[in-house]
T-cell receptor, first 112, second 111 residues
Framework: NAGVTQTPKFRILKIGQSMTLQCTQD?????MYWYRQDPGMGLKLIYY???????DKGEVPNGYNVSRSTTEDFPLRLELAAPSQTSVYFC???????????FGQGTRLTVV | DQQVKQNSPSLSVQEGRISILNCDYT??????FLWYKKYPAEGPTFLIS?????DKNEDGRFTVFLNKSAKHLSLHIVPSQPGDSAVYFC??????????FGEGTQLTVNP
């Protein structure tokens, strides 16, 4: 059972470039989340989804977009990369908001 | 507005002793609390949780205590082992809303 899989693990982007962080889960979870973690900071919620076709903003959504066309996939899109988006990004999924979430291994993104 | 705070960025203990990690929150509407553990280059993994209607939950070497009047929770690890060395995040949620995480505490257990 793979759980939550994120690709890529590492990426360096130039300012203004765009990219998509992929996330897929094989646990048939309805809830999926994208977090970012900056050094010395907790995890900040970027976007979340409670099911296919439904997405909502979290604490720090600016500069990002998401889609949820299937239960399994929840890609995160950066349209115009900025140095402030340098961070480690985690995707997670759960069966509900009050149930423990399963996290992917993270994507370390550097914008230069 | 940091609603969940872990005021100690790091904690160092000797193997076999007790580790106590602390977490404070400001929102009295939180009704469920969780602890996650994170090793370097890995995603966080769920450790233990507690509902706001309880004041203690125990799972093996891990016990979480909740003091609602003080808006404080703590994670006790007894006995501590070197493999427990990791970053520990506390998180809180209120019904209909999303998880809010603290900043994390780096625990180092020395052999």
């Amino acid at each position: 059972n793979a759980g939550v899989t994120q690709t890529p693990k590492f990426r360096i982007l130039k300012i203004g470039q765009s990219m998509t962080l992929q996330c897929t889960q094989d646990m048939n979870h309805n809830y999926m989340y994208w977090y970012r973690q900056d050094p010395g900071m907790g995890l900040k919620l970027i976007y979340y989804s409670v099911g296919a076709g439904i997405t909502d903003k979290g604490e720090v959504p600016n500069g990002y977009n998401v889609s949820r066309s299937t239960t399994e996939d929840f890609p995160l899109r950066l349209e115009l990369a900025a140095p402030s988006q340098t961070s480690v990004y985690f995707c997670a999924s759960s069966t509900g908001q009050r149930i423990e979430a399963f996290f992917g291994q993270g994507t370390r993104l550097t914008v230069v | 507005d940091q609603q969940v705070k872990q005021n100690s960025p790091s904690l160092s203990v000797q193997e076999g002793r007790i580790s106590i990690l602390n977490c404070d929150y400001t929102n009295s509407m939180f009704d469920y609390f969780l602890w996650y553990k994170k090793y370097p280059a890995e995603g966080p993994t769920f450790l233990i949780s507690i509902s706001s209607i309880k004041d203690k939950n125990e799972d093996g070497r891990f016990t979480v205590f909740l003091n609602k009047s003080a808006k404080h929770l703590s994670l006790h690890i007894v006995p501590s082992q070197p493999g427990d060395s990791a970053v520990y995040f506390c998180a809180a949620v209120k019904s209909g809303s999303r998880l809010t995480f603290g900043e994390g505490t780096q625990l180092t257990v020395n052999p």
